[in-house]
């Protein structure tokens, strides 16, 4: 039998798609191992969003490669089709996938061991190609909605890099997450790249929300990553819905209304306001987390206070702080004024710290309250889920079982442990 | 991505110019932009429909940027060379159902009427007021192409406008009905002062619209 490991970097949407991929190969007869392991067949699912995304990438090709030089060796992912040239060049690197034939990888690699030396560019090109994803990496099942994105953001290469926004059939996404319920799973997680511009036939992002969340089965329904600007008021009623999970990954990127200029983002701070004030009048608890990029070209010291004021006000669950890089053919890579690296690390560390006290702050008011935990791995009578709010939750209990909903009551908070929530089965 | 040929090339000034192309099977959304380059060159930069949806030529609207990589070279176009042109991309676009029964006041600085532009000669019977802030006289791109009776030239480096002074000031003097719809089309300091100034004199936060230009 075969082995096969994977490494992905990068998006949810990265996650699903090996989650998929892995699940393939296993339903074929491969065996899946731990990427620090010899495996015959080693995958990269890079990602190049930021500098340090490419160097990572490149950090686990090196890896792969000394594992095992026999090997075959993929990487697929927006570093193969950003840094293309640079891959193919590299001897190590057997086949390089760009995005929009990845999940045409199990017949390439068939295909290599059968001794028909496949080009990439062969290969079928089908975005929403994919495979089920039982038996992936997560307890969750993630459903891919949509791929690409047109709004062309300043800083950002993904849409030169995943291609236009395109989104999958209504019906697709149905029948997916009805067999994925069927099948088991009880959480669904909602991908893609900018699913809120979600768009098929005369279908939008809310109503296709809709529909999944009238379908019958015993799961919650998870939104993954959304920008500020593609839903209006049914989606947020939608917020409210028995199975919707009370979390919404909200990409703010800035506390300040002339680098949301900048950076040609299509919403302002009061507009980012109005939607957390609108969400959480209704359920106060809600957990909403967010990106800040650190050090945009020409952010002054009282924007980059603005981004700190901001994750003070919105009470962030969590916020996904990263440098601005520069990102090469973007129209913010020609801006003016860019922040020297000292300042951005000076700035980073500021606002982590921020960011840290408010994720504390907004978990410990659970202390006393019940979360309803999704079981994911278990170590003896150590079970860890996330509750219903996306906050990692760990007990103890006997005879547990994993993708199993427990209601646990909540005890403490382990500040050490990134703020790990500590229960009791009830 | 498609190739399209080169038209014309028509100076509105010594460094803005309107590059025509052929329309071929494009279709868009007045209002979104294009990006464009040189067949077969990674270089290309992005620019707004300066043409109508009905037209049956392509047009965009392009001011030649010191050391610029592409305005300059763009500009020595001739006609029959082919360009790529990529998109049409944006959300920068007027309602449907608004057309036909709101007032619209476009607010826009030096190339930045561009889109708007497209909206107006796309649905010239819309109930609108543009206001174009410009330095200089002569950066009134074809302003005879607008209804004298709806255009207000707002000229800062000089008193030669229907106002003397920056479109901020315009606004801050003269201020819009709360039941207009505004989109903004110009620099970044622009929009950020005007949004503000338009929040202040009522308009709500849905009907503002802006679209970027650098």
């Known amino acids: 039998m075969k082995t096969i490991a994977f490494k992905t970097l990068g998006c949810r949407l990265n996650q699903y798609e090996t989650d998929a991929l892995a699940s393939t190969f296993q339903n074929n007869d491969y065996k899946l191992v731990d990427f620090d392991t ?97 038996k992936g990496f997560h307890t969750r099942s993630m459903i891919k909605i949509q791929d690409g994105c047109d709004n062309f953001c300043t800083f950002c290469i993904i849409p030169s890099v995943r291609g236009r926004a395109k989104s999958r059939s209504f019906e697709a996404i149905l029948d997916n997450v009805r067999s994925v319920v069927d099948n088991g799973a009880k959480e669904v997680v909602i991908t893609g790249v900018n699913i809120g511009r979600y768009e098929f036939e005369h279908y939008k992002f809310d109503d296709l929300i809709e529909a999944i969340l009238n379908l019958d089965g015993d799961f919650r329904l998870r939104i993954s990553s959304l920008e500020p600007d593609g839903f209006g008021d049914k989606f947020l009623g939608l917020l409210s819905h028995p199975k919707m999970t009370p979390h919404l990954h909200l990409c703010l990127q800035s506390g300040s209304d002339e680098v949301l200029l900048r950076m040609r983002r299509m919403y302002n701070i009061k507009t980012f306001k109005n939607t957390v004030e609108k969400v959480r009048t209704i359920r106060p608890d809600f957990n909403f987390t967010t990106d800040i ?114 209601n ?19 | ?101 709101k007032k619209f006041m476009f607010i826009s600085t030096g190339t930045g009427i561009s889109p708007i532009h497209s909206f107006i000669h796309t649905h010239p019977e819309m109930d609108y007021t543009l206001l174009h802030g410009i330095r200089h006289k ?10 004298p009776n709806r255009y207000i030239l707002c000229t800062s480096g000089e008193n030669t406008g229907d106002f003397n002074g920056r479109v901020t000031e315009y606004l801050l003097k003269n201020p819009v009905s709360p039941d207009t719809i505004c989109y903004l089309c110009g620099n970044c300091h622009m929009i950020y002062e005007a949004y503000d100034i ?15 230009y650098f």
Do not use: W
Not at chain 1, 396 to 405: G, H, M, P, R, V
Not at chain 2, 21 to 45: A, H, N, V
């Open chain 1, 293 to 406: 990029i650190i050090g945009f070209p020409d952010e002054s010291e009282t924007a980059f206070t603005d981004s700190c004021d901001m994750i003070k006000d919105m009470e962030f669950g969590h916020v996904h702080a990263f440098k601005y890089s520069i990102r090469k053919g973007t129209r913010a890579e020609r801006m003016e004024n860019q922040v020297p690296e000292k300042v951005k690390t000076e700035r980073s560390e500021v606002l982590r710290g921020i960011a840290e006290e408010s994720k504390l702050k907004y978990r410990s008011q659970f202390i006393g309250q019940t979360q309803r935990v999704l079981v994911e791995t278990i170590n003896g009578n150590t079970a860890k889920g996330y509750g219903e709010h996306y906050i990692p939750v760990q007990f103890e209990a006997e005879d547990l079982k994993e993708n199993t909903f427990y």
């Open chain 1, 408 to 426: 646990v009551s909540i005890k403490a908070i382990v500040e050490e442990k990134d703020g790990l929530l500590l229960g009791e089965l009830i």
């Open chain 2, 1 to 101: 991505m498609n190739s399209h040929k080169v038209i014309s090339i028509r100076n509105l000034t010594p460094s803005t110019y309107v590059i025509r192309m052929e329309k071929k099977d494009f279709t868009f959304k007045t209002g979104q932009y294009i990006t464009l380059g040189f067949s077969g060159s990674i270089d290309r930069r992005e620019y707004s429909i300066y043409s109508a949806e009905q037209d049956d030529y392509l047009e965009v609207l392009i001011k030649e940027v010191e050391d610029g990589l592409l305005s300059k070279k763009l500009k020595k176009c001739k006609p029959g060379d082919v360009l790529d042109v990529d998109g049409a991309f944006g959300h920068f676009s007027l309602k449907e159902d608004e057309i036909k029964n």
């Open chain 2, 198 to 212: 338009l929040e202040k004199q009522g308009i709500k936060l849905g009907p503002i619209h802006t679209e970027v």
């Open chain 2, 138 to 147: 002569n950066e009134a791109y074809e302003s005879e192409s607008y209804d």
């Open chain 1, 38 to 134: 010899e495996a015959d067949i080693y995958v990269i699912n890079s990602c190049t969003v930021t500098h340090q995304s490419d160097h990572k990438s490149r950090h686990f090709i090196s890896q792969a490669n000394r594992r095992n030089k026999d090997s075959v060796l993929v990487v697929t992912g927006c570093m193969a089709n950003n840094a293309k040239e640079e891959l193919e060049n590299r001897d190590e690197i057997n086949y390089v996938l760009e995005n929009d034939n990845k999940s045409a990888l199990f017949s390439l690699v068939e295909a290599h061991f059968k001794g028909e030396l496949k080009h990439p560019s062969q290969l079928d090109k089908d975005l929403f190609a994919y495979g089920a994803t039982e």
